[in-house]
Structure formats: C-alpha cells, structure tokens
C-alpha cells in the first residue's frame, strides 16, 4: 500500500471510528487503495468522495440497525427507461435475487443546502417510481426524509413523508426517536458535524437574505431553547421525542406542537426569550429535520461550546464584531485572573459572553482536577458556579439572547444575564435581578464598548458618574455634556467591585493610557485602585471583528476604603503577536503565552 493510500485510510477510520471500524470487523466493507470494497456485492467507490462517506454509514445503519440482510443490499443501480441515466446510490429489495425492490436510496454530502435537499428528495422518488419501489429515503448526512412512493406529491410531500424507513420489512412507526433505545435514541455529534447542523438551520431561517443574520439567529436560538429543554424533559425510557416529525404530519402541525411547548418553557424562563416564534411552519418543518436526530445534551460541552462560538462568529461579524472578544485575548485575560468556584464574576458589556464562558470553563477544569472519581461532586462544583455565581449585562437585546443561549448551549448560568444599560443606575438593575449590586463581585473582565458618546441631553445618569464632570482650572466641577462610553466604564467597573480584594481585567483604547488630555482618567483609576498589570496588544487585534483601536488590557485591584499605598510595582508586557494576523488567519506564534509565564514569575494577582 502507498503511503497515500494509508494515510487516506487513517484519515477515513479516525474520521468516522463510530462505525468504519466495528463495520470492517463484521466485514462489511473494507478500504481497498483508497476505496471502500462493500464485500456482499464486490462493489467499491472512491473513498475520499464526501457522498461515499455518507453512503457508507448509512450501509452500516441499514444492516445494523433496519436489519436489512447485506445480500440484499445493492449499489449504483441504473434506471431503465430514465433519460439521462440515473444510478440509484443503495437498493435494498424484498428478494435474495434482488427482483423485488423495496426501498431506494439517495445519499448527498452533508451540509447541502435546503433546495438541493429537496431536488435530491424528488431524484429518490422518481428512482422509486422506476423501480415499483414502495418506499424511497434521502440521506444527507444527519438530515433525512423517508417517504411513501405511492402517497407522494410535488405539493402535498409531507402526506408521503414517514417518520422513517420500515425496519426490517415491517410496519411504519408514527415516531423514530425513543429516550433510552439502543438503536433510536438522539445520536451524540462531532464538533465539524454540529457546526454543519447548525449552519444549515441558520441558512434555513436566513432564507437567502429574507431576514437579517440576526433576526435568524433569535428564530434559531428560540428553536435549539425547546430543543434542548425537550431533551431534558422527564420522560420514561421509550418513549418518543416531542422535538420531531411524525409520519404524514403536516408542518403546521409540527409548528403549533412546537410552538405550544416553546410558549409553555417562555413563560418558565421569560428572561430568555419574550417574543414568539416568528418563522413559518414549513421552515421549522425543515429545522426539525436538520435537528431531530441529534442530541445537543448528551453532545460533549467544549464540542457543542466550541461549534456553537464558530457557528456564532462566522456570521455575527461586520457590524455586530465589536460583540465578540477574540478568544486568544479572552482565554489570557481568565488565565490572569485565576478565578476560582467561589467568586462572584461579572461582565457590565458581556457581547456573546465570551469572558463569562471561559471563566466557567476555567472552573470546569478545576472540578476535573479535584473530582477525579467524583461525579457528581464535579458537576455540582462548576455548575453551581454556573448557576450562581456568573452575571453578565448587554445593553443589545438581541446579542443579549446570544449570550443566554450561549449559556443554555453551556448547560446553564443563562438566568444572571441580563438585557440592560450598564450605565443605568444599579438600583434599577438590583430590581431586575437582585444580583446585581455596587461593592458586590470579586471578578470584573470586560470588553467595553469603544468610541460612542454619551450625551447628558439623552441620559441624565451622566452626570451621577465623577467621570461624567470634570474641574475647571479654578478648580470647581461642572457637568460634562457628553462622555465617551469607554471612560463611563472605567467607573462603573470599579463601582461593581469589592473594596480592597475586587480584582478587574479590562480592554482600554490605549489613548484612555497615553494622551494628555485624560490625564483625570488615569488619575481616577489610580486613586481608586492599584495598577496590577497592563498588557499592549497589536493594533490589529480586534481588526477582524471590526474595529481597529490600539488598545491594552489592564488589570487593577479596588483599594479598600481610605487605603494607602507608597511605591509598587506594575507588571508591564507588549504582545506583537497573539495567535492570528490581521484576517483572522492561524499565527503559529503567540507573545501572550510567553506573557503569561512571565507574569506568575512576577508574582500572582490572588
């Protein structure tokens, strides 16, 4: 064998291990010089090609879990009478001669989009209809849709549409997906694989531009919120998932059963979503067939995690960039600050969530440590911080919604965030959700907005903030008119935090360090805290979310009250690369883990 040949082939069975090695074992199939040999029928096909992937599991499905005998089972079968020629991809007949067919098979890569899924559909049907086949099923890869050949219409598709394929010659189920079935519960994804779902759902409700990216993604999140709390719903082994299509139901039908239970979990939770589902019934239909056969509960949290923040980032750029913290800047700012299970953290201008995330993920990883044969006591350690002890605040509802699904997606913690001015006085926000409060939390890591005003004539709370006036040469205080956001900021970070433990990390415009003219910023912060450490970042850092200030992150500790301090030191560092360039692209180098280790040589915040 080439070297080639076996590097493909190593690459195909890591790729796909949940079945191509249990699948040669039984001898199935086997790789053949990059092929895939179907050893029943001697047939083999390129193994690289994405279709043959997708065949080749399903083949496995077929024999494993419908029962089907192999010797039964044929391939590439041509369409008499059909012009141009058709192949159907898998026949399985009714007979060891294979005379009677009775189920055909088409199979597309996956992520194909919704209207090459329907053409494929129709492709399966007239395949069917050739061969007097009674049932025919497109598979693209975890999206699928079975059918009855006789019953099937351009129009009316869903009075043929089936839960599923018979099994083993028999009768057609009303539901496929089962708690607790070996064979038919909700199957666990790779990261590549979910990312792929949750793009399609997105291109479904996007609608080639009908609505916003944004508007999408909070029909989306609403969608995956009832998928997800259908999963967790208390259910007896065996018994059907809500979150699915039944044989010959109609999309209306699925909308209103949907929607009935999405109203229901709104009215549990209404600080997550307020508004109702606003997509059409067919358009769910279709996000159900992308989702149905998945589970994102049982699916590995830094897999779901690690999907979802790709999935987020790879359409909320542009104008939405400034909402997303790259995550090599985020992952160091948590790693500085050490944050342990017990501190209350929060984030005044959370975005997507970001920081919140990577603080939870820095607990998680600690109960993996302490926990080693404990788990229970290592899921009650970090989802107790979860739940408990992380808030975040985002004045834009809508990326507001992104966070708490973010949360949702990362098993909880979604219920302390909050849609809200953080600028706003605190009592109002202590109101609507009594965790917020001044002097209250140990962490602060934020992001803030940079560059826009706020103006005294639109937000009277301006000139609340010592920061919103400022002293004439005579020295008497006037209110200021208007104050850039960033500035605000700084104040009401420290306000947020405990007297003389409260530790923040934050991203300032490096002109907030440098110009002349804020000379009483500086003053402010230093009056008010201890400056423990500031990192310069390039100027491209934030370049590939939109905005391109030279900015550092700075790490304070609030003094306590009428405390006093003589000479210290402050831990200084410029970091030129930090892991990507300027697009976005991979750096193999990155300064901020070199940094890192010279800060604890420096000597630890805690």
């Known amino acids: 064998m080439s070297i080639g040949y076996q590097q493909l082939e190593e690459k195909i069975v890591s790729d796909s291990e949940e079945y191509f090695k249990p699948g040669q074992k039984k001898k199935y199939f086997i790789l053949d010089k990059g092929k895939i040999k179907y050893l029943a029928s001697g047939k083999k096909y390129n193994a690289s090609n994405p279709e043959e992937k997708v065949r080749s599991k399903y083949y496995y499905d077929l024999v494993e879990k419908y029962n089907y005998p192999a010797k039964r089972i044929d391939f590439e079968i041509e369409m008499p009478s059909r012009t141009p020629q058709y192949y159907a991809d898998i026949v399985i007949y009714k007979d060891d001669d294979k005379k009677i067919p009775y189920i055909v098979v088409e199979c597309k890569k996956d992520g194909i989009t919704d209207a090459e899924f329907e053409q494929a559909t129709k492709q399966a049907i007239a395949n069917a209809r050739v061969l007097k086949a009674p049932f025919a099923i497109c598979v693209a890869g975890n999206t699928r849709r079975a059918m009855e050949t006789e019953k099937w219409n351009d129009k009316t598709p869903e009075k043929a549409t089936i839960a599923d394929i018979p099994i083993s010659y028999g009768k057609i189920e009303e539901f496929r997906y089962k708690k607790g079935d070996l064979n038919w519960d909700l199957k666990i994804l790779d990261q590549e694989e979910l990312r792929r779902v949750f793009k399609k759902c997105h291109d479904t409700l996007w609608a080639g531009g009908k609505r916003a990216a944004t508007t999408a993604f909070d029909e989306f999140a609403k969608i995956i919120f009832v998928k997800i709390k259908d999963e967790k719903r208390g259910r007896p082994d065996g018994f059907p998932y809500d979150f699915q299509i039944k044989t010959h139901e109609k999309a209306k039908n699925v909308f209103n059963r949907i929607n009935d ?3 229901k979990e709104k009215e549990n939770d209404p600080e997550v979503f307020k508004e109702n589902l606003k997509v059409e019934p067919e358009e769910l239909y279709t996000v159900v067939e992308h989702l149905q056969a998945i589970s994102l509960n049982k699916t590995d949290l830094d897999v779901k995690g690690e999907a979802f923040q790709q999935f987020m980032e790879g359409f909320f750029k542009g104008d939405f960039g400034a909402f997303f913290t790259p995550r090599n800047i985020v992952s160091f700012a948590i790693k500085i600050m050490d944050i342990k299970n017990d501190d209350l953290v929060l984030d005044p201008a959370c975005g997507s969530g970001g920081f919140l995330l990577h603080s939870l993920d820095k607990v998680r990883n600690d109960a993996k440590e302490y926990f080693k044969n404990d788990d229970a ?20 509802d809508s990326i507001a919604r992104v966070a708490k699904m973010n949360m949702i997606i990362h098993d909880d913690g979604h219920t302390n965030v909050i849609g809200f001015d953080a600028l706003e006085d605190i009592e109002k926000m202590n109101r609507k959700n009594y965790g917020f409060a001044e002097n209250k939390f140990d962490i602060v890591v934020t992001n803030p907005p940079f560059g826009s005003n706020v103006k005294a004539s ?9 920061l919103g006036r400022k002293k004439n040469k005579d020295g008497k ?10 500035i605000l900021f700084i104040e009401r970070c420290i306000d947020f935090l405990k007297p003389g433990t409260g530790q923040m990390a934050i991203v300032l415009p490096d002109g907030i360090l440098t110009n002349s003219s804020l000379q009483y910023v500086r003053d402010f912060l230093m009056e008010g805290t201890q400056i423990l450490a500031v990192v310069s970042l390039p100027q491209f850092a934030f370049t590939h979310f939109g905005a391109g200030v030279k900015s550092s992150l700075v790490f304070v500790r609030k003094k306590a009250e009428d405390e006093k301090l003589g000479r210290y030191k402050i831990f200084m560092a410029i970091a030129e690369h930090i892991g990507y360039d300027a697009t976005g692209r991979k750096d193999s180098k990155n300064d901020l883990d070199e940094i890192y280790k010279e800060f604890k040589k420096f000597g630890k915040l805690k």
């Not at 639109?458 to 010592?466: I, S």
């Not at 205080?477 to 104050?483: H, L, V």
């Open 377 to 396: 006591g290592e899921f009650r350690y970090w989802h107790d911080f979860a739940a408990n002890n992380l808030f975040g605040i985002e004045i834009n």
């Open 477 to 486: 205080e006037k209110n200021m008119k208007n104050q850039k956001t960033e």
């Open 261 to 263: 239970f999405y109203l």
């Open 458 to 466: 639109e937000h009277p709370y301006l000139e609340k903030f010592e």
